[in-house]
Each structure stands twice: as structure tokens, then as C-alpha cells.
């Protein structure tokens, strides 16, 4: 079964519009970290925001935010205010503390565009 | 502060040929880890090194083998490339694997492609 679910193979959205990219998660183990990364067409891959499983309150970087509804199981991003700058591909991951070695494990991505 | 440095960027190798990729961070990182990207897909690890010394596989280590050279760099060997092993290689680092709200930082990637 699929840890990390992103539904959203391609996203787009209007500069200064915001946009939100689905992240749904399985795990049985209490505790657990969600990260969002952020993979331009240069290739290198950027950590973008943290939400810990134990996290009362949702996570927030600058622009990035996330939506987290530990009952539903979903970690999903919002990007306020989009530059050109963000059109990228997005993945969503999770580490669990009970997995050997501390691996991230990825979802499969969400492209997104962002038009002028 | 460079972070995570990889070796080569790209990299074109025949079926059967041998080649290590290198990578090193400046980060005072206890953990380090081999990842790979295929198209369509997030990454998947390869292999890791919770600390000096050790290294474990990870989801994907046929065909590869891993050292642990000292705590800055942790190599990845490819003894007989096969078209299969064709991806993009990360490398990355983390405090610790022991915590998971440790973030992992990424290297620039390897593309490899076996002909």
C-alpha cells in the first residue's frame, strides 16, 4: 500500500493566486514527520516545511503553510501569493520514528505551473 | 558552508562497467543516505549510514554497494551497471536518524544513464 499519496500529478495556478497541493499519508506508527520539498527543473531538491506528528499547531515558512488534519490522515501545502518562481515539482514525504534508518519515504509528485 | 557535494553531475556508463559516485557534506551530519529518482517517481532509498561506521540497506540496494569512508563521506558503488540503474542518484544528510523531525538536505544529484 501507498505510505505517501499525492492525487495531483499537475497543478496550475495563476501568479498571486494561492494553490494548494493534496498530500494524504499512512502510517501506524504515534509519531511521524511530514516534510514538503520543492524540485525545480534544475533538479536539486529544497526541504520547504515541517509538521511533526505531535504538532498542536499548522506549520507555517514565509509563504508556505500546512494544512494538517492528523485524523484524516493529510498533510497538504498552500502556496499564497505564487511567483513564476514556483512552478516546480512538489513531494511530500514522511519519516516515522519507528523506521529503521530514519528514511524518508516520498510520494510520487505534483508538478505545478504557475502562469503569468 | 557548501552543504552537500556530489561527484560526478553526469555520468554515461556501458552494461557491466563499475563506477562510484561520492559524496560529501560539510554539515557535521552524523547520517547519510543514497537515494534514487526514476521518472514518475519520488525517491527511493538505496542504502544508509546512521554513523561512521555502519551502513544498512535501504528499499532498493540490489546492485549497489556503500562506504562509509569517514563522517563527511559516504560513497556509492555500482559493480556491474546495468540499463536498470539508469536514474537520478541524491545523496543526502541528517543530524541524526534517530529523530524524525530531523530534515534531510539533498545534494545536487548524479544522472546516470547505462547504455
Known amino acids: 500500500a501507498q505510505k505517501i499519496t499525492q492525487t495531483q500529478p499537475g497543478m496550475f495556478v495563476q501568479e498571486k493566486e494561492a494553490v494548494t497541493l493534496d498530500c494524504t499519508y499512512d502510517t501506524s506508527d504515534p509519531s511521524y514527520g511530514l516534510f514538503w520539498y520543492k524540485q525545480p527543473s534544475s533538479g536539486e531538491m529544497i526541504f520547504l516545511i515541517y509538521?511533526?506528528?505531535?504538532?498542536?499547531q499548522n506549520a507555517t515558512e514565509g509563504r508556505y503553510s500546512l494544512n494538517f488534519q492528523k485524523a484524516r490522515k493529510s498533510a497538504n501545502l498552500v502556496i499564497s501569493a505564487s511567483q513564476l518562481g514556483d512552478s516546480a515539482m512538489y513531494f511530500c514525504a514522511m519519516r516515522e520514528r519507528n523506521n529503521q534508518g530514519g528514511k524518508l519515504i516520498f510520494g510520487q509528485g505534483t508538478e505545478l505551473s504557475v502562469k503569468p | 558552508n557548501a552543504g552537500v557535494t556530489q561527484t560526478p553531475k553526469f555520468q554515461v556508463l556501458k552494461t557491466g562497467q563499475s563506477m562510484t559516485l561520492q559524496c560529501a557534506q560539510d554539515m557535521n551530519h552524523n547520517s547519510m543516505y543514497w537515494y534514487r529518482q526514476d521518472p514518475g517517481m519520488g525517491l527511493r532509498l538505496i542504502y544508509y549510514s546512521a554513523s561512521e561506521g555502519t551502513t544498512d540497506k535501504g528499499e532498493v540496494p540490489n546492485g549497489y554497494n556503500v562506504s562509509r569512508l569517514n563522517k563527511r563521506e559516504f560513497s556509492l558503488r555500482l559493480e556491474s551497471a546495468a540499463p536498470s540503474q539508469t536514474s537520478v542518484y541524491f545523496c543526502?544528510?541528517?543530524?541524526?536518524?534517530?529523530?524524525?523531525?530531523?530534515?534531510?538536505?539533498f545534494g545536487p544529484g548524479t544522472r546516470l544513464t547505462v547504455t
Open positions: 509538521q511533526g506528528s505531535y504538532d498542536q
Open positions: 543526502a544528510s541528517s543530524v541524526s536518524v534517530l529523530r524524525e523531525e530531523d530534515e534531510q538536505y
